[in-house]
């Protein structure tokens, strides 16, 4: 998982995965031999339409806000959260 500004700059990023892998997809019917410029079209060819062209692969996409900025906390890797059980 990932955050991202804003649809386009996460398309981009999934757009560069997906030209790194783009071998997988050559020989396949209406499948270009180099991806495509476009982010969104890259991305459209690699998974489907759907999302879920690819057999062990898919992504989704969703928007938040971020509502207020929020204080960063520095806390031990063996911090328990205090309603938490800790493991036998």
Request: glycine share 8%; hydrophobic share 30%.
């Amino acid at each position: 998982m990932a955050l991202h500004v804003d649809e386009d700059s996460a398309l981009a990023e999934l757009a560069e995965y997906v030209r790194g892998v783009w071998d997988n997809l050559v020989g396949e019917e209406g499948v270009p031999d180099q991806p495509p410029t476009d982010d969104r079209e890259t991305v459209r060819l690699y998974y489907g339409p759907e999302r879920d062209g690819r057999p062990d692969e898919g992504y989704d996409l969703h928007a938040e806000e971020i509502a207020r900025r929020g204080r960063t906390r520095i806390v031990p890797l063996d911090y328990r959260f205090p309603n938490e059980e800790v493991p036998s």
